[in-house]
């Protein structure tokens, strides 16, 4: 598992470099990349966050909430919002 740097660490200013081919090594990135990222429970992590200054980027699709989530219905009344725009225009 990779360590993760936080703020202010430099290497999360600085502009990474692309990557110009996916070799073995870079393969071996990605999935110490993606055992990091899920071991602290993230959603994303990009390769600067571990040190690793390459434009590399990984991403959980599937990603359950511990909470649920509260939704907000709000119900409108469409005869009061179209008397109002009628009463403007």
């Known amino acids: 598992m990779l360590e993760i740097v936080t703020f202010?660490?430099?290497i999360l200013k600085?502009?990474?470099?692309?990557v110009k081919s996916v070799d073995a090594e870079i393969k071996e990135i990605i999935e110490e990349m993606k055992e990091t990222m899920y071991?602290?429970?993230?959603?994303?992590?990009a390769a600067n966050q571990v040190n690793i200054p390459l434009s590399i980027m990984v991403i959980r699709y599937h990603f359950k909430?511990?909470?649920?989530?509260?939704i907000q219905r709000r119900t409108y009344k469409s005869?009061?919002?179209s008397k109002r725009r009628r009463d403007k225009v």
């Open 79 to 81: 005869n009061s919002f």
């Open 14 to 18: 600085r502009k990474t470099n692309p």
């Open 8 to 10: 202010p660490n430099e």
């Open 39 to 45: 071991k602290n429970d993230g959603i994303g992590l």
């Open 65 to 70: 909430r511990r909470r649920p989530r509260k």
